[in-house]
């Protein structure tokens, strides 16, 4: 069944430290990928998206995602993270063979220590 | 500014009655969807639509109701057959099913 999993429920860092991620998606296909931010009581906003190309995607915020075909992966990184980072990160999905189903991971939520 | 809308921000009902949640959009966007959302259960997709006047039930569509009369329109009527009604609604639209989602500021209904 297609599906995608964010393995980290919950993620602590420390103001400054380096962000990642985690996203997996099933099926052999490439489908299309999206990480999106989610501010507590708020609707999502698009970091970054990939639908081919360059593997490495630039977002916005200083977010960056890179592809892995390998290993059906999409994680998300940031270098040094701020404390306005702290949110619910969201993988999505699209598969584009048959119908296109767009499949939201179960979300990650990011807290910053100061 | 082009946008998506969502009204109310909190939406109080008793057990019982039917309530639509308003959901507009002038981006001329073609697909607009509805999720609900529950802690640690991430978005599921109650309904969506993909053009004016033709909708679909996404995964969890028993219990509610929309429609498309207007492409920049697609309201959500949350019915008494909805066992757990209460949960954060957002509404989203995309310029064609396998684009970026553009997501409104959402609704939160409670049951009282």
């Known amino acids: 069944a297609q599906s995608v999993t964010q393995p980290d429920i919950h993620i602590t860092v420390s103001e400054g430290a380096s962000l990642e991620l985690r996203c997996n998606y099933s099926?052999?296909?490439?489908?299309?990928l999206f990480w999106y931010v989610q501010s507590p009581g708020q609707g999502l906003q698009l970091l970054l998206k990939y639908f081919s190309g360059d593997t490495l995607v630039q977002g916005i915020k200083g977010f960056e995602a890179e592809f892995k075909r390998s290993q059906s992966s999409f994680n998300l990184r940031k270098p040094s993270v701020h404390w306005s980072d702290a949110a619910e990160y969201f993988c999505a999905v699209v598969y584009t063979s048959g119908t296109y189903k767009y499949i939201f991971g179960t979300g990650t939520r990011l807290k910053v220590l100061a | 500014d082009g946008g998506i809308t969502q009204s109310p921000k909190y939406l109080f009902r008793k057990e019982g009655q039917n309530v639509t949640l308003s959901c507009e959009q002038n981006l001329n966007h073609d697909a607009m969807y509805w999720y609900r959302q529950d802690p640690g259960q991430g978005l599921r997709l109650i309904y969506y639509?993909?053009?004016?006047?033709?909708?679909q039930k996404g995964d969890i569509a028993e219990g509610y109701s929309v429609s498309r009369e207007k492409k920049e329109s697609f309201p959500l009527t949350v019915t008494s057959a909805q066992k757990n009604p209460t949960a954060f609604y957002l509404c989203?639209?995309?310029?064609?099913?396998?684009?970026?989602?553009?997501f409104g500021p959402g609704t939160r209904l409670t049951v009282l």
């Open positions: 639509s993909q053009i004016v006047n033709d909708f």
């Open positions: 989203a639209s995309s310029i064609d099913p396998t684009n970026e989602q553009f």
């Open positions: 099926y052999g296909a490439t489908p299309y």
